[in-house]
């Protein structure tokens, strides 16, 4: 007779106490990655997603050198950079096409052991599913945290309406997370940020295309190729919460903010696909949680930290989590111990990047003239310090090392 997998996950076999057992709820970046760090630390892992499929919604990522050492210590930093482009020569321009500053991935090479490298979100999907076992992610399957359990009592997790024991419970169940408003019910949660963006993957329109972003008053648009010959387009500009194209047409809305800033952005947009064209509003959590763990389970990504894009971090900050997270809970140590030691490596470090990139977000926000100006001239002022400087600014957010990786 088969034995019933619930049955199954809950009892020990023979009577003997068998690997910890966590259960990962949410199979975006953030939680796949968590999954397969927890694998590899000898666990035994259920992954619950609520969607049918593991089909991310986006287009292209940016994995920065910090997130690809998070995934050289799971063995996948080189198939990441197999399929992805990396940052040449870059940088920020006006509207006008008039260049502001200049970047350079060589500089970032050296200084960081890798440049940006940017490949389409499924791409990085798919690498983390393929490393994982058979049977760890359960797709379809909605999940929530019953109990958070205690020192002497495990989590309970009910999924498909039966309820799984679990050491360790890892919600990585985003932006929106149930399981956050459960923990901390006086957090005030996600935040309009003031930005909308969208992004879209591009085939056809001119080429060579550089990678870069472009600045207008509360706009910018950035373009990065992807190794395949398609591009990568963003866009960000401030607008109201909810505010839509008023015929549904994405790119025609993309095409009347920035169909008269340099090319080619104008070009790529009138060749981008109007299906393919992803909008949505930015919120982030502007107020730090007060912990990224509460009993036995453990907050992750956007669920712990969401952020607006403007580092390019959100998803290089839920590879990190799962890596230290890993790294704290390894058999032998009783994740109740060990998770306060998660929120004492984790909260400043994403409080610190959730800042950065809503400084960024500000400098962009600015619209009246004589501010565009100035913030302007900062930026070319910026652009003319010896590269060195720029990427030692970088740091903070680049710098960072795994727990687990070697000292240079």
């Not at 892992?45 to 919604?57: F, I, M, N």
């Not at 490298?117 to 399957?141: E, F, I, Q």
């Not at 900050?317 to 997270?325: G, I, S, T």
């Not at 002022?381 to 000292?407: D, E, I, M, Q, S």
């Given at each position: 007779m088969p034995t019933d997998p619930v049955t199954s996950w809950n009892a020990a076999p023979d009577g003997v106490p068998g690997p910890p057992r966590a259960v990962v709820l949410g199979g975006g970046i953030?939680?796949?990655?968590?999954?397969?760090?927890?694998?590899?630390?000898?666990?035994?892992v259920r992954l619950y997603e609520r969607a049918a499929a593991l089909d991310p919604v986006g287009a292209g990522l940016a994995v920065a050198p910090n997130a690809l050492r998070a995934l050289d210590v799971l063995g996948l930093g080189d198939a990441v950079r197999e399929r992805a482009a990396v940052q040449g020569e870059a940088g920020?321009?006006?509207?006008?096409?008039?260049?502001?500053?200049r970047t350079s991935g060589?500089?970032?090479?050296?200084?960081?052991?890798?440049?940006?490298?940017?490949?389409?979100r499924a791409d990085l999907v798919a690498v983390l599913a393929?490393?994982?076992?058979?049977?760890?992610?359960?797709?379809g399957t909605p999940a929530d945290v019953r109990d958070p359990g205690s020192a002497d009592r495990p989590a309970t997790?009910?999924?498909?309406?039966?309820?799984?024991?679990?050491?360790?419970?890892v919600a990585a169940d985003g932006l929106r997370s149930r399981t956050r408003d459960r923990l901390f019910p006086g957090h005030p949660g996600p935040r309009y940020s003031g930005f909308t963006t969208w992004r879209t993957v591009i085939t056809g329109g001119p080429r060579p295309v550089p990678f870069g972003e472009t600045w207008g008053p509360g706009a910018l648009a950035g373009l990065a190729p992807l190794v395949d010959g398609r591009?990568?387009?963003?866009?960000?500009?401030?607008a109201p919460a909810g505010e839509r194209a008023p015929d549904g047409d994405e790119r025609a809305e993309l095409l009347r903010r920035f169909g008269h800033w340099c090319a080619p952005l104008p070009q790529l947009l009138a060749a981008a696909e109007p299906d393919a064209v992803l909008r949505h509003d930015?919120?982030?959590?502007?107020?730090?949680?007060?912990?990224?763990?509460?009993?036995?389970?453990?907050?992750?990504g956007d669920a712990a930290h969401a952020m607006t894009p403007f580092q390019g971090q959100g998803a290089c900050q839920a590879v990190e989590d799962a890596v230290v997270l890993a790294h704290l809970v390894r058999p032998g140590e009783d994740p109740y111990r060990a998770l306060p030691a998660y929120t004492a490596a984790r909260l400043p470090r994403t409080t610190g990047v959730v800042a950065?990139?809503?400084?960024?977000?500000r400098a962009v926000a600015v619209t009246a003239p004589p501010a565009v100006l100035l913030r302007d001239a900062a930026l070319a002022l910026a652009g003319r310090l010896p590269r060195a400087a720029v990427v030692r600014a970088t740091a903070p957010t680049f710098g960072w090392r795994p727990p687990a990786a070697p000292a240079p």
């Amino acid at each position: 007779m088969p034995t019933d997998p619930v049955t199954s996950w809950n009892a020990a076999p023979d009577g003997v106490p068998g690997p910890p057992r966590a259960v990962v709820l949410g199979g975006g970046i953030g939680g796949l990655t968590a999954a397969l760090a927890l694998v590899r630390h000898g666990w035994r892992v259920r992954l619950y997603e609520r969607a049918a499929a593991l089909d991310p919604v986006g287009a292209g990522l940016a994995v920065a050198p910090n997130a690809l050492r998070a995934l050289d210590v799971l063995g996948l930093g080189d198939a990441v950079r197999e399929r992805a482009a990396v940052q040449g020569e870059a940088g920020l321009r006006r509207p006008s096409g008039r260049w502001l500053a200049r970047t350079s991935g060589a500089e970032l090479a050296r200084a960081f052991g890798d440049p940006v490298a940017v490949l389409h979100r499924a791409d990085l999907v798919a690498v983390l599913a393929a490393a994982l076992p058979d049977g760890v992610v359960r797709t379809g399957t909605p999940a929530d945290v019953r109990d958070p359990g205690s020192a002497d009592r495990p989590a309970t997790v009910t999924a498909d309406g039966h309820d799984l024991t679990a050491d360790l419970v890892v919600a990585a169940d985003g932006l929106r997370s149930r399981t956050r408003d459960r923990l901390f019910p006086g957090h005030p949660g996600p935040r309009y940020s003031g930005f909308t963006t969208w992004r879209t993957v591009i085939t056809g329109g001119p080429r060579p295309v550089p990678f870069g972003e472009t600045w207008g008053p509360g706009a910018l648009a950035g373009l990065a190729p992807l190794v395949d010959g398609r591009v990568y387009l963003y866009a960000s500009v401030t607008a109201p919460a909810g505010e839509r194209a008023p015929d549904g047409d994405e790119r025609a809305e993309l095409l009347r903010r920035f169909g008269h800033w340099c090319a080619p952005l104008p070009q790529l947009l009138a060749a981008a696909e109007p299906d393919a064209v992803l909008r949505h509003d930015v919120y982030e959590l502007a107020e730090p949680l007060p912990a990224f763990h509460h009993a036995r389970v453990a907050l992750l990504g956007d669920a712990a930290h969401a952020m607006t894009p403007f580092q390019g971090q959100g998803a290089c900050q839920a590879v990190e989590d799962a890596v230290v997270l890993a790294h704290l809970v390894r058999p032998g140590e009783d994740p109740y111990r060990a998770l306060p030691a998660y929120t004492a490596a984790r909260l400043p470090r994403t409080t610190g990047v959730v800042a950065r990139s809503r400084r960024v977000g500000r400098a962009v926000a600015v619209t009246a003239p004589p501010a565009v100006l100035l913030r302007d001239a900062a930026l070319a002022l910026a652009g003319r310090l010896p590269r060195a400087a720029v990427v030692r600014a970088t740091a903070p957010t680049f710098g960072w090392r795994p727990p687990a990786a070697p000292a240079p």
